[in-house]
């Protein structure tokens, strides 16, 4: 990837939403850096990721990977990955965690006949990197909630995309879980992709490139180093 994540005064409104969910949103995230929108609910920091993804209309400019999503929304979402907010598997989910990270490719090759040897081998390679080559074979449901979260890494590592939006991506884990997928977040920085993730949580703040508060539509870039969330927040929120 040669071109950042880009939002210029970008205003966005749900079709039948009540007012502009994004007011003016400006970011640059450069490739191969950990971006990350922290701010209050309701905010507009899914909005930023829903946009960069041509899910919601906009005015200004909205890039990824140097294309202007409105006009390429499916080379767009090719490239990108997206774990969205508060996806989670019940038990009775009726798939395997490998038919997960398969589905990750679906569009590039003819889903629902005999898998390729070589899609099984790249999804079985993808869960190996996170360290969930032993649940392959595991009904998908019947994973904690943090190895659900990392399958979804792997069916992004499988896909081939470039950069990770990934929303919330800590809610509801035990602290040991965010540590875990934490690290399997960083890994994943290391190898150069691109990942901008909303969190409420402060286990990638000192790790972080970038962070941005985002309130009522509108983001304000923070100043590093990223290490206490409560005391940013509290200044920005002017208490
Ligand atoms: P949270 O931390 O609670 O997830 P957020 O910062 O991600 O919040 P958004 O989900 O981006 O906030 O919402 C921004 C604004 O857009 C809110 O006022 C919300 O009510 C509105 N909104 C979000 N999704 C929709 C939708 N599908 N239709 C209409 N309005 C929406």
């Not at 569009?107 to 081998?121: I, M, S």
């Amino acid at each position: 990837m040669d071109a950042p994540l880009e939002l210029k005064e970008v205003w966005a409104a749900y079709p039948g939403g009540r007012g502009a969910a994004l007011r003016g949103a400006s970011l640059r995230l450069p490739p191969g850096n950990l971006g990350l929108l922290i701010g209050p609910n309701g905010a507009g920091k899914t909005t930023i990721l829903e946009v960069l993804l041509g899910f919601v209309p906009y005015q200004g400019e909205a890039k990824a990977f140097g294309l202007e999503v409105r006009d390429h929304p499916r080379e767009v979402r090719r490239r990108l990955a997206y774990m969205p907010q508060a996806l989670f598997f019940p038990p009775d989910t009726p798939c395997r965690t490998l038919d997960l990270v398969v589905m990750g490719r679906f569009g590039l090759f003819r889903p629902w006949r005999r898998l390729p040897k070589e899609e099984r081998e790249r999804a079985l390679a993808a869960l190996e990197h996170v360290g969930l080559a032993e649940k392959a074979d595991w009904p998908l449901g019947h994973l904690s909630g943090g190895q659900q979260r990392k399958a979804l890494l792997a069916r992004a590592l499988a896909k081939g995309a470039e950069a990770l939006l990934l929303d919330e991506p800590f809610a509801s884990l035990d602290p040991e879980a965010r540590l875990d997928l934490a690290q399997a977040i960083l890994g994943l920085r290391e190898e150069g992709f691109t990942i901008l993730a909303v969190v409420h949580e402060e286990e990638l703040l000192s790790q972080a490139d970038r962070v941005w508060f985002v309130r009522e539509g509108r983001v304000t870039p923070l100043s590093p180093p990223f290490s206490r969330l409560a005391e940013a927040w509290a200044s920005l929120c002017g208490r």
